[in-house]
């Protein structure tokens, strides 16, 4: 069995690579592994001519389940450079997605939680079956979505990313399609056939022209982030996470038990 945190398969003919998150038995709960694979991984494919498109997948029963609790108390420990680093990979993983300049597609199935949330909000076409279910529950925990939340608004609006992010409920496909979070929600044994028409029709484009019309979108609406903004998430991020708040949000979910202010 193959342990990579993220696999990136032989491209097919057409070019479209797919990445699998690959920690099935943490619910593909991410970690600095598994950032630094995502972002190694799209750098090296922003400039091949032979990538058309990338498809994220989740291994196992669910697509992605948030971060890493542990990896997140390693985090809340550490150095402030070292917290903040850890923020910064998140923060950085998810603006690299969401530039990609190919298109990119998220086959979304069981649960879809915190940076799972970030990242159908990131894609350009995201897809999620009958059975999914979401929620943006770092709030829970103690902690803050920061370096998901400018894709957040981007891709639901800020009302909606309000409601769910402070409440930190849990809800349907169907709400996550009519608050503008995935595209289409289809039968678990529909989706690949959908995935694969959106894909052909894709191919009918020019990869330069669907570069410069992605860069255009996000540039011309003030969604490129620059370093001053990233630094900012990140810093929000690392700061709220070891906090008294965050570090007891942190040790209840561990414990299993409701946080004090519950």
């Known amino acids: 069995m193959n342990t990579e945190p993220v696999l990136l398969t032989q491209r097919d003919a057409?070019?479209?690579?797919?990445?699998?998150?690959?920690?099935?038995?943490?619910?593909?709960?991410?970690?600095?592994?598994?950032?630094?694979?995502?972002?190694?991984?799209?750098?090296?494919?922003?400039?091949?001519?032979a990538v058309r498109g990338l498809v994220i997948r989740g291994a196992g029963r669910h697509f992605q389940a948030g971060a890493d609790i542990n990896w997140l108390n390693e985090a809340a420990g550490a150095t402030p450079e070292a917290a903040h680093a850890a923020s910064m990979l998140t923060t950085r993983a998810m603006q690299v997605l969401n530039e990609f300049p190919k298109p990119t597609f998220a086959v979304i199935h069981g649960a879809c939680f915190g940076g799972g949330t970030g990242i159908a909000c990131c894609v350009d076409v995201a897809l999620a079956t009958t059975e999914a279910s979401f929620g943006i529950s770092e709030v829970r925990v103690g902690v803050a979505p920061t370096p998901i939340s400018t894709h957040m608004v981007h891709a639901m609006g800020v009302r909606h990313t309000r409601r769910y992010a402070i409440t930190g409920e849990r809800f349907g496909p169907e709400e996550a399609m009519r608050i503008g979070l995935v595209h289409e929600v289809l039968a678990p044994d529909a989706i690949e056939a959908r995935l694969e028409e959106i894909i052909s029709a894709m191919m009918l484009s020019a990869p330069t022209a669907i570069a410069m019309t992605k860069r255009s979108m996000l540039g011309a609406n003030g969604w490129l982030l620059d370093a001053r903004t990233m630094d900012?998430?990140?810093?929000?991020?690392?700061?709220?996470?070891a906090s008294e708040e965050g570090r007891e949000g942190l040790a209840a979910f561990r414990e299993k038990r409701k946080p004090r202010w519950a």
């Open 14 to 49: 057409r070019g479209i690579v797919t990445a699998t998150l690959n920690r099935p038995k943490l619910n593909n709960a991410y970690n600095g592994e598994m950032l630094e694979a995502l972002i190694s991984g799209m750098e090296a494919m922003a400039d091949d001519p």
């Open 232 to 241: 900012q998430l990140a810093y929000e991020s690392w700061t709220q996470r």
